[in-house]
């Protein structure tokens, strides 16, 4: 069965500092990986997804994420933070795009001005 | 409507009443997703429905969750003589058929349930 290990519940970063949130998955067969992204008081979005294309995938509002299966990873970067993307931020995977989500934990991240 | 749309978004029980949700998909899509979420646990994956097929309810915790999904639309959480632990936002997803293989499941802002 597929899971989902989120390193770090909460994350501060500065404004204009690099933002890694770091996420390991564990599968049985070639995974699909989302991040979603939940700003306060709203429903969760997609902020990017793998789907065995490339493994650099790029996302909304500057986000992106390297796949990499030898260390099973599939880790948020964005160079620079900016006050607006303080939210959570959950690590999904599916077998294959077959099976219902499973998501992390999440990350909190907190931007300082 | 636009997206999808749940109901109620807060709702107050007593310890063993019964409660229902409801959640409205985004039309024409054809999967449809309840999670809860709970602080500090993420979500976790409760039912799944995708068409006329029978519904994946290896998620739900004990007998009494239950979900129905009418006309292949609306669907309904129950849960049955509520306990505190079931204190939790639950969340609705919907999702077109392909939804995972296009990558998105389209998520309502959720039903915020606190049983006291």
């Known amino acids: 069965a597929q899971s989902v290990t989120q390193l770090g519940s909460h994350v501060s970063v500065s404004e204009g500092a690099l933002v890694l949130l770091r996420c390991n998955y564990s599968?049985?067969?070639?995974?699909?990986l989302f991040w979603y992204v939940q700003y306060p008081n709203q429903g969760l979005q997609l902020l990017l997804k793998?789907?065995?294309?490339?493994?650099l995938v790029k996302g909304i509002n500057g986000f992106e994420a390297e796949f990499k299966k030898s260390e099973t990873s599939f880790h948020l970067t964005k160079p620079s933070a900016h006050m607006s993307d303080a939210a959570e931020y959950f690590c999904?995977?599916?077998?294959?795009?077959?099976?219902?989500?499973?998501f992390g934990k999440g990350t909190r991240l907190s931007v300082i001005a | 409507g636009a997206g999808v749309s749940q109901s109620p978004s807060n709702k107050v029980t007593e310890k063993g009443k019964d409660v229902e949700l409801r959640c409205d998909p985004i039309?024409?899509?054809?999967?449809l997703y309840w999670y809860r979420q709970s602080l500090g646990q993420g979500l976790e994956f409760l039912i799944y429905?995708?068409?006329?097929?029978?519904?994946?309810k290896s998620g739900l915790p004990s007998d009494r969750f239950s979900a129905e999904r009418t006309g292949g639309s609306v669907s309904t959480l129950t849960i049955q003589r509520t306990q505190q632990e079931d204190s939790a936002v639950y969340l609705c997803?919907?999702?077109?058929?392909?939804?995972?293989?296009?990558?998105?499941?389209?998520f309502g802002e959720g039903s915020r349930l606190t049983v006291l």
């Open positions: 997803a919907s999702s077109l058929m392909q939804g995972l293989a296009s990558g998105e499941l389209f």
């Open positions: 429905f995708q068409g006329n097929s029978a519904p994946d």
């Open positions: 999904a995977v599916s077998d294959q795009g077959n099976t219902p989500l499973v």
């Open positions: 793998y789907t065995s294309a490339a493994t």
């Open positions: 039309s024409g899509h054809t999967a």
């Open positions: 599968s049985s067969v070639p995974p699909y």
